[in-house]
Each structure stands twice: as C-alpha cells, then as structure tokens.
C-alpha cells in the first residue's frame, strides 16, 4: 500500500481527493488543508471543504498558519517539516492548495510529489491561472499534471489536456472541468508513475512568460467613464466583458458613481456595445 498526503483546501481539490481515495494499492494517510476561516457577514469559522470530507472520511486533518505578510509561505516552515515527518508519506499529492509545500517535505518522501494544475505549463504559472486566461483572450486553457518542485509550478510537466475557451465560459465552472479532467489524468498515471515508468519532461520556464498572480479586490474596479462609454460607443466592450467573466463571482466588477459603489451582477455585448 502506498501512503498519499494530499495538500488541498477547496471544493476543486476535494474532486482530486475522490479520484484519489478510490484507486486501490492507495492510501490516503493525511491531508493537509489551511486553516479554518470566518465566513460570511456573520464571520463563522468554518473549516475547508477539505477538511470537511477527510473528518466524514475518518482521515487525519493537519493545518498550519501562514505568514500573514507572504500567505503563499508557513509562517514556521520549520514546525511543518517537524509535523509531517512521522506520518511517513510515500508521496504528496496536491490541488488547489495556495501555500508552498516545503522542499524539504517533497525530497522526503519515497516518490516525491505531484501537483494539479489548472493552465497548460509553463503558461500561466502561479494562483489564478483559470481567469487570467479568460481576461487575456486565449483561446485555450488546460491542465497539468506536473511534479512539485523547488519553485511553484516549475516541475517536470507528467501529462496535459487542453480545451477550448469558449465565449460563455466563466471562470469558476471552467476550473472545476479543468480539476475533473486533471483528477483522471492524475489518477490514470500514479500506477504507471510509482513504477518509474512515467519520467516527465521539463519545460523552458521562461521568467517573460505571463504569470497569474491571485486577484484582489482592488482588480475588479473599473472606472464608470469606462463603462459608461463602453455603452455608449463599444469602446473597450470586449475586454471589459472578458472581465466580467474572469471575475465573476469575485471579486465582481464594480465601480463608483457619485461615490457610491455599483456592482455589476450582469451584463452582455449587443451590436458592439455593453449592456
């Protein structure tokens, strides 16, 4: 039996940890999740979805915090290598995690690690590879299977499968087919990967490429001049009807008029200009 620890925090990476969870020869020992957070306009802590199904699944939880300045780093990498020692993992899995795994972790364990990527490597390295991709105008997107490595997203690229952007797509569906697909890649190839008959290429990780950094809040304003002559005339309709796409359910668009906050809930092109 092989031991799996999986890293994973939301509902995209709880469809890799089903995938996972049924293939026979594996075990998934532990998972590792962020911590439980306030939720809401009532700030209710609650815990990831996947801390959620390892406890109705009777798998041990572990969390750790962040550095509060850096989220994507531990705040004591040090106590997370300590912690996770003795479960003795053969490998680590990962999926929509959000915090670098230690290196020191990934060299531990028997077969080292592999990752869950939602954008066809090495474009769109980093946190939000799925709306950066629809806010740019690519055509395609896909996903990666990719082994951990030192820096994020920088591993050696397992298998790939890409699909075609449609006009319709939003982001939040779009990177739940791309996990999906990415759950049956992954599991398809862990067999074949744990004999040594899966080796992996690595790809020129070019520093020009774009990278997708995580959104904040700030990134869904949009000037009303801008909109208000996207209505007017088309002026920047395309781009600011990608953006929709992209950010929805956040951070949204949104904007001020006369100082006061207007959220965009929906919106469409007709003849060239923005309704």
């Keep these: 039996m092989i031991h799996i620890l999986f890293f994973g925090s939301t509902t995209d990476s709880v469809i890799v940890l089903e995938k996972l969870s049924a293939l026979k020869e594996f075990n998934v020992a532990a998972v590792v999740t962020q911590p439980a957070r306030p939720v809401g306009r009532d700030k209710i802590i609650t815990p990831t979805p996947v801390e959620t199904w ?5 798998v041990a939880v572990l969390s750790f915090p962040s550095n509060p300045e850096k989220p994507w780093l531990y705040a004591d990498e040090g106590q997370v290598i300590d912690a996770l020692q003795p479960i003795g993992a053969d490998i680590l899995v990962s999926a929509s995690y959000g915090v670098k795994i230690p290196w020191e972790t990934i060299q531990k364990a028997k077969y080292g ?6 954008s066809i490597l090495p474009h769109w390295r980093g946190a939000d590879p799925v709306p950066w991709a629809i806010l740019s105008g690519d055509h395609q997107i896909g996903v990666t299977v990719v082994t951990l490595s030192e820096s994020f997203d920088e591993g050696k690229i397992l298998a790939q499968e890409k699909i075609p952007i449609t006009p319709k797509d939003t982001s939040d569906p779009l990177r739940t087919k791309l996990f999906d697909m990415g759950a049956k890649l992954l599991t398809s190839l862990l067999p074949h990967y744990v004999e040594g008959k899966v080796k992996g290429t690595i790809p020129h990780y070019d520093t020009s490429l774009p990278y997708a950094k995580k959104f904040k809040r700030e990134d869904g304003f949009e000037p009303w001049d801008v909109l ?4 007017e005339t088309g002026t920047d309709t395309d781009r600011i009807e990608r953006k929709f796409r992209a950010l929805d359910p956040w951070p949204g668009v949104w ?4 100082g006061k906050l207007l959220v965009i809930r929906a919106l469409h092109p007709n003849n060239g200009k923005l309704v």
Excluded: E, K, L, Y
């Design 54 to 58: 390892a406890r109705s699944h009777n």
């Design 113 to 118: 690690g592999i990752n869950v990527h939602p």
């Design 228 to 231: 208000n002559a996207a209505m």
């Design 255 to 258: 904007t001020r008029v006369n």
